[in-house]
């Protein structure tokens, strides 16, 4: 179906005014996470809250890693490259944009909605690093970036209109942090915008950076 020669090897600036527009919605996004908050507090109905947490499990990094294995060997055992190429390159870009967010998040010092504390408090908090504590490790969701990165690579690939299919889960497992009041809806906001930036990239480096792995392997005595 598409071989190397088809997936795009430099940014597309097609797709440049859709970052820009992200861009300015994760910016505008700050402005509403008060009213979010209230609202996913007071009106949300408990078995939304309880949807939101199977989300945050399932929705997580080594299922995503599990699908993808999954999807990438039946590919192989078909013997479609093409597949076996969107599959690793999803991988891929779910695992760059998790790891890129999660060195902010765990430094970002920003207290999650259901935090006893609120706002930022650095990273830094009463003489303790905010390192590995849940409660001050709000921004940006690593949950979305990877989710969005994982779902969103296949945007940029000639699989594309799968790609939309496949879409929604993305939005489902953003929108269930913020059920759970596990974020405020601007680190939701920010890090759809990081995974899909980090997913764009991936694509265009990702078969670079595998064909030059394969010519190192084959050039080793």
């Known amino acids: 179906m598409s071989d190397l020669f088809e997936w795009p090897k430099r940014w597309n600036r097609a797709w440049t005014p859709w970052f ?4 300015v919605a994760a910016v505008v996004s700050f402005f509403f996470d008060g009213s979010v908050k209230t609202f996913m507090r007071d009106a949300l109905p408990v078995d939304f809250a309880l ?13 995503l890693m599990l699908i993808g294995l999954g999807g990438f060997f039946v590919c192989k055992w ?21 790891a890129s967010v999660n060195v902010v998040r765990l430094t970002s ?5 259901s935090a006893s504390i609120t ?17 001050l490790n709000a921004f940006p969701s690593g949950h979305t970036a990877t989710a969005f990165g994982f779902f969103g690579a296949i945007l940029f690939t000639p699989w594309w209109r ?3 299919l496949l879409f929604p889960f993305a939005w489902i497992i953003g929108i269930s942090r913020l059920m759970t009041q596990s974020h405020h809806l601007s680190d939701v906001c920010v890090a759809i ?15 670079v950076w595998w064909e ?10």
């Open 20 to 23: 820009v527009l992200l861009a």
């Open 51 to 63: 949807f939101g947490r199977s989300v945050g499990i399932y929705g997580d990094w080594p299922w």
């Open 78 to 98: 078909r013997r479609r490259r093409d597949g076996m190429r969107v599959f690793a390159v999803m991988m891929l870009a779910s695992t760059l944009a998790g």
């Open 109 to 113: 010092g920003r207290a999650r909605p």
């Open 119 to 135: 706002g930022w408090v650095g990273p830094v908090h009463e003489g303790k690093l905010t390192i590995g504590r849940h409660a």
């Open 162 to 164: 799968w790609g939309l």
């Open 193 to 207: 915008a990081a995974g899909l930036f980090v997913a764009a990239w991936s694509v265009i480096l990702g078969p």
């Open 212 to 221: 030059r792995f394969c010519a190192w392997r084959s050039a080793r005595p």
